[in-house]
């Protein structure tokens, strides 16, 4: 596992343009089981959009917001722009990548897509195993994207969102199975919301109240809600945040205690480092040497 010494923060890497539709917001890519040049990945970084990789044949082993994971055969690994990636080494695999921006879900066609739970991604999975029939209707519905993906004209879009919409709501399906919720109630829509909040304004943003505000209900309504729905303060939720984007910093950058506080909104640096200790046990600094002691 590779750490960061004297590279700048992470990089975010953007949606190449696409060859087939022109744009750069949506993209399909078949593998078989070429060996890609990636030396960038082999780095910690992140993707500006969302990325669902589904291996026939695989091997190697990758690490999200510092989990690992052994790729298997017959599944399906996502990701989404705020996750933290690491591939050990670049191997082969065999398979297809489907890639899209959050700009394709903000299309008027796509809008109902963002609500999907693979997409909402509440139980912060990662990997679905596809059985045999599964596998089945993934493939059909790749092979109907990639047509459409290959087919240019004024039909391609709406197709391409049809045929996405549902892939996506199938893999949904099976996301509940895999990782159960079940429907959500009007609480259970408030918790994701406030959630949602959160990875949007964790930084400048470190107050109940203040996300009970973009809301537009009470704090009080907020913290009775979450802690009902959750079984954890609303409070609790955001330090949650917190300490995994310290984490992610502490253990792919070489930001100092100070550069990191300011990054994450402390108003100085032994506030954030008794913040760390009081939420994980460890100051910031044992945490760095263990962490990367484990990866090496």
Not at 31 to 59: C, I, N, W
Not at 177 to 182: H, L, N, Y
Not at 240 to 247: D, G, I, N, S
Request: proline content about 7%; charged content about 20%; hydrophobic content about 40%.
């Amino acid at each position: 596992m590779h750490t960061l010494t004297t590279r700048p923060p992470i990089p975010i890497y953007p949606l190449e343009r696409d060859e087939m539709t022109g744009g750069s917001s949506f993209s399909i890519v078949r593998s078989a089981g070429e060996l890609p040049y990636e030396p960038d990945v082999l780095l910690p970084h992140r993707k500006a959009y969302y990325m669902l990789v589904f291996t026939k044949q695989a091997t190697g082993r990758h690490w999200v917001d510092a989990v690992p994971y052994v790729r298997q055969n017959h599944a399906l690994y996502f990701s989404s722009p705020s996750q933290l990636l690491v591939k050990e080494e670049p191997t082969p695999f065999w398979g297809a990548r489907i890639m899209f921006t959050n700009e394709f879900l903000a299309l008027q066609q796509n809008a109902a897509l963002r609500h999907l739970p693979l997409i909402q991604n509440p139980q912060n999975g990662h990997e679905l195993a596809l059985a045999p029939a599964d596998e089945a209707v993934v493939d059909d519905l790749l092979a109907q994207l990639e047509a459409e993906h290959h087919r240019p004209g004024e039909w391609q879009h709406p197709l391409l969102s049809a045929y996405l919409t549902v892939l996506l709501t199938y893999l949904s399906r099976l996301y509940t199975e895999q990782f159960p919720g079940g429907e959500p109630s009007a609480d259970q829509r408030l918790l994701r919301t406030y959630r949602a909040s959160i990875e949007e304004h964790f930084r400048e943003r470190h107050e109940v109240g203040a996300y009970a505000e973009l809301l537009h209900i009470s704090a009080g309504h907020l913290s009775e809600v979450v802690k009902a729905q959750s079984g954890r303060s609303a409070i609790k939720h955001l330090h949650e945040r917190l300490v995994l984007e310290a984490k992610r910093l502490l253990c792919y950058t070489p930001q100092s205690l100070k550069e990191m506080a300011f990054d994450l909104g402390f108003s100085d640096a032994s506030y954030f480092n008794r913040f760390f200790k009081r939420e994980t046990g460890v100051t910031p600094a044992e945490y760095r040497a263990s962490i990367r002691k484990m990866y090496q």
